[in-house]
């Protein structure tokens, strides 16, 4: 791969990358390099654990793309938007854990709205606080979030979202 001006893209053919075609999130712009390298044929998966503190963890395919906490349900549905907007991928997938039934459903109404095309599916989170010694480093709840990303849960249609609150 290589990553150019856009002026010059055209000299290096399909191997080539406009910088200015690159996110200016530094985790949206390593999903846009490693889907470039693969063909956008990998999937995205993104792990919410909600509450007052929202943990998030974005994936693409095994790779960590980004961990952060976020204090409301707007700004996580926005970074989660840049995401799915932003990277090529062969599927989105949004899972979100159960802990906080309340904030759980307004995330997948915003999400809805952000993310139309990802499956959106609610994770039981029981046991993701437990903290392993490789995730050392990473906040409780993004570690949280980054276990719900990976564990199967139940799709939440627009038929029922009433989840339980």
């Known amino acids: 791969m290589i990553i150019t001006s856009a002026e010059e893209v055209g000299e290096f053919g399909g191997l080539a990358l406009a910088l200015e075609d690159l996110d ?23 792990g919410i654990d909600p509450g ?56 997948i109404e915003s999400l809805r709205f952000e993310a139309p095309h990802a499956v959106i599916e609610m994770v039981d989170e029981s046991g993701t606080s437990v903290r392993p010694a490789r995730m050392r480093g990473i906040q409780g709840d993004q570690g949280a979030a980054a276990k719900i990303a990976f564990r199967k849960g139940e799709v939440i249609s627009p038929k029922n979202s009433g989840i339980g609150v």
């Not at 707007?74 to 991928?89: D, T």
């Open 24 to 46: 200016e999130n530094p985790g949206v712009f390593k999903g846009q390099l490693l889907s470039r390298l693969n063909g956008g044929g990998d999937e995205m998966l993104i």
């Open 52 to 107: 007052i503190r929202i943990g998030l963890a974005v994936f693409y395919g095994e790779t960590n793309l980004e961990y952060s906490t976020l204090s409301s349900a707007m700004k996580l549905s926005l970074k989660v938007g840049a995401f799915v907007r932003g990277v090529p991928a062969k599927k989105f997938v949004i899972r979100i854990g159960n802990g906080d039934l309340a904030m759980a459903a307004k995330l």
